[in-house]
Each structure stands twice: as structure tokens, then as C-alpha cells.
């Protein structure tokens, strides 16, 4: 294949979440969050509470995308050669050789992430930015593509370690995965244990995967949502807004610091990929309303105010949609 149209792009998402839904029972959208994320290039934070299939929409996700799978689960006495690779020294030739780390992959979960120290969720860093691994003085390339897929649990604080910052603006969505709705449980309890044996077809390869990437590269976005976007952002700025902002300023006295230029760079990479899946090549102001919560609502910190009122990062989000006019 030398070029796909958006067409054929739209075509292809349908038979993804069609493949897909043999094995995970009302998953859509965070099927096609995912999806997304990944054409754009970025990686994902992906939080729930045990058993709602996350370790399997990850695994699935790869089988169906034909991407090679590895899982580290994370934990407090996991050191950072335990994720990268390490050097080994052997007796018989007196040299050191080396081995490579799980994150040696294309596709890569990283469980329960926040349950490993912060010396190791470091070690994440170059990989994940810069899509390469030192290890003694020698750098090594990750194979391409490479996607990182994090969970956490958001209930149990027992015996683990907050993100840092950096290592948040890394994840380009953050996705927060629900219990099913009834209909949806019924079917899952019903085919308890099943799902991971039922087989689904391998749509892509490398080279397919290239080939979505560049077409969403030529999706155009007009200037008035740039503009768009960058008022989103603003308005996470608690020191960026005019006095006279009175609505804005009721919400973000709940915030201590908001989005980074990388958030708009994030949303607008997002938006395009929704477009392309869609079969369009412009970007509409729905996706861009579409992706905002996933994009922001790690990378905005609130106060102490906001914990007092019991008010949520998508709350202030959501408002913060409602507040700023659609061009």
C-alpha cells in the first residue's frame, strides 16, 4: 500500500472496535481512545479499579494491531535495570554483555506503575520521550513503533508512590476506565474467563501503521481552533486571566498550576487523528471537545480548595468547555 485515504482510514477503525468487541464487552470508546493516542504517537495512563479488563484491552490491543507485547508489573522493590536492560559481566570472556530490558517492545504495559519508587518510573523517561534506552554508555534505539500503557488503581494509596509531574506530561491521554452498565456486566459475568481465549484477527502491520500516522499529518485544522485550543489552556492559568474573567476565575481558583504548551500540542495531535478516523480531513471543534478530558485532566494540578469541595479535574474541565465560546 503506497497511500491510504480517509476513507480507507475509517474503515479501518470500524474493523479495530469490530475485532476488539469479541473480546471486551462495552470497551468502545476506550478501544478508540486508545487507538487514537497511538496513531498520534503519544502513550497512555490508563486508570481504574481491579478487574475492569485493563490488562486485557491492553493485550488485545496489540494481538489485533499484529505489535509485539510485554508487561512489567511494577512494584515497591523493582529497580530501574529491572524495566531498561543491564550490563552482565561474563567470567569466561571478561567482558560485559548486555541485556535487555522488557521495554525492549512495541507495545509495553507497565502495571500498577504507581506502586514502583520514583527512581524507577524515572527510568521510563528517555524511553518514553525520546523513544531510546541508555544502558553503561551506549544508547540503544527501542523499536518502532513503541506505545506505553501505564495503569493505576485510584482507590488504594497503600504502598504507593504519586507520579511526578514530568513523568505525567509524558502520557499524552489519560484515560479513567468505569464499571460496566448493567446489560454490559450480565454479558461479562455470563462469559467469565472466556474473553482471553476467543480468538481476533490481525488487521495491521508496521507499515499500515506508518501509513495512518502520515495521512493524519495532512489532516487541516483551522486557525480560529488553534485559537480555540490556546483559550482552553489559557484559562487552566490561573495568572494568565484578566481580573474581569469572572466565570473563569470562580473554576480555576481550584487550580494551582494548568496545562503546559505540550497539552495543546497533545489536543490538536488528538484531534486530527479523531477526524481522520471519522473519514474527514479537517478537524471539527467536536474533536477537539471530544479528546479535552483525556488530554487535561492529568496534567492540570489542583489545590487544596478543590480537595475541600470535593471537586474533580474533569469537573473543572467540563467547565471550563462550557465557559470558553465554540468558533
Same mark, same amino acid.
Not at 512495541?106 to 514502583?116: F, P, Q, S, Y
Not at 513503541?146 to 504502598?159: C, D, I, K, R, S
Not at 496545562?259 to 477537539?288: H, Y
Given at each position: 500500500?503506497?497511500?491510504? $485515504?480517509? !476513507?480507507?482510514? /475509517?474503515?479501518? &477503525? ?11 464487552? #462495552? ?8 487507538? @487514537? ?10 486508570? #481504574? ?9 491492553? /493485550? ?14 511494577? @512494584? ?23 541485556? /535487555?530490558?522488557?521495554?525492549? @517492545? ?15 518510573? &524515572? ?5 518514553? !520521550?525520546?523513544?531510546?534506552? $541508555? ?20 482507590? !488504594? ?9 514530568? !513523568? ?70 490561573? &495568572? ?17 498550576? #494548568? ?43 489542583? &489545590? ?24
Amino acid at each position: 500500500m503506497e497511500k491510504l $485515504t480517509f !476513507e480507507q482510514a /475509517k474503515k479501518i &477503525s470500524e474493523r479495530i472496535q469490530s475485532e476488539a468487541a469479541k473480546r471486551l464487552v #462495552g470497551q468502545e470508546k476506550l478501544v478508540n481512545d486508545i487507538l @487514537t493516542a497511538f496513531i498520534a504517537g503519544g502513550h497512555v495512563l490508563l486508570e #481504574g479499579v481491579p478487574g475492569l479488563a485493563k490488562t486485557l484491552t491492553v /493485550k488485545t490491543f496489540s494481538e489485533i494491531l499484529n505489535l509485539d507485547f510485554k508487561r512489567i508489573q511494577f @512494584t515497591p522493590d523493582l529497580l530501574p535495570a529491572d524495566v531498561t536492560g543491564t550490563l552482565i559481566y561474563d567470567q569466561n570472556t571478561g567482558k560485559f554483555s548486555v541485556r /535487555k530490558g522488557p521495554v525492549f @517492545t512495541n507495545v509495553l504495559l507497565a502495571d500498577e506503575i504507581n506502586r514502583a519508587p520514583a527512581k524507577v518510573q &524515572s527510568a521510563m523517561l528517555e524511553a518514553m !520521550e525520546e523513544k531510546q534506552v $541508555t544502558i553503561g554508555e551506549t544508547t540503544y534505539t527501542l523499536p518502532a513503533p513503541f506505545f506505553v500503557l501505564a495503569t493505576q488503581n485510584p482507590v !488504594e494509596q497503600e504502598g504507593t508512590y504519586n507520579l511526578p509531574e514530568a !513523568e505525567l506530561d509524558r502520557f499524552l491521554v489519560k484515560l479513567v476506565i468505569t464499571y460496566p452498565e448493567a446489560a454490559n456486566e450480565k454479558l461479562i459475568v455470563k462469559t467469565a474467563g472466556k474473553a482471553p481465549e476467543i480468538p481476533v484477527s490481525r488487521l495491521l502491520n508496521t507499515e499500515h501503521i506508518q501509513l495512518l500516522r502520515d495521512l493524519s499529518e495532512t489532516v487541516n485544522c483551522d486557525d480560529k481552533l488553534i485559537d480555540y485550543i490556546v483559550s482552553i489552556l489559557n484559562v487552566t492559568r490561573p &495568572s494568565k486571566l484578566e481580573k474581569n474573567q469572572d466565570a473563569a476565575h470562580d473554576i480555576t481558583r481550584y487550580i494551582t498550576f #494548568g496545562a503546559s504548551p505540550r497539552a495543546g500540542i497533545a489536543l490538536l495531535q488528538c484531534a486530527k487523528v479523531t477526524a481522520m478516523l471519522n473519514g474527514r480531513d479537517f478537524v471539527l471543534p467536536e474533536d477537539i471537545k471530544s479528546n479535552a478530558l483525556n488530554v487535561l485532566r492529568h496534567r492540570i494540578q489542583l &489545590s487544596y480548595e478543590a480537595a475541600a469541595d470535593n471537586i474533580s479535574a474533569d469537573e473543572i474541565i467540563s467547565r471550563i468547555m462550557e465557559i470558553i465560546p465554540v468558533p
